[in-house]
């Protein structure tokens, strides 16, 4: 098999070069979406990933961005776009 590079594929990436330990909240207190975001906001600004003065921004980019589309996973049957119009199965 050839190797990523010689198929003119991205090398792997591991979720550590991504994430270090100050970003990860296994312990989250959110109960909403909107609060585990938020949460999630104030975990990079502690990490040092964004700046306080930057928090404002992305939160506002990425309730934007999940009002279009949440990111979590979404019960099959459960996403509006694709239902039926006429409310039959």
Known sequence: MK??????CPQ???????LSIDQI???MQAITSWEAIEELIDKLVTAGK????????ISAVVRKREKFFATGYVIPGSDRRFMP???SG
């Open 25 to 27: 909240a296994p312990e």
């Open 12 to 18: 792997a990436v591991r979720l550590s070069d991504i």
């Open 3 to 8: 190797s990523p590079s010689a198929l003119n």
């Open 85 to 87: 119009k006429n409310g």
């Open 50 to 57: 964004i700046t306080a003065k930057q928090r404002e921004g």
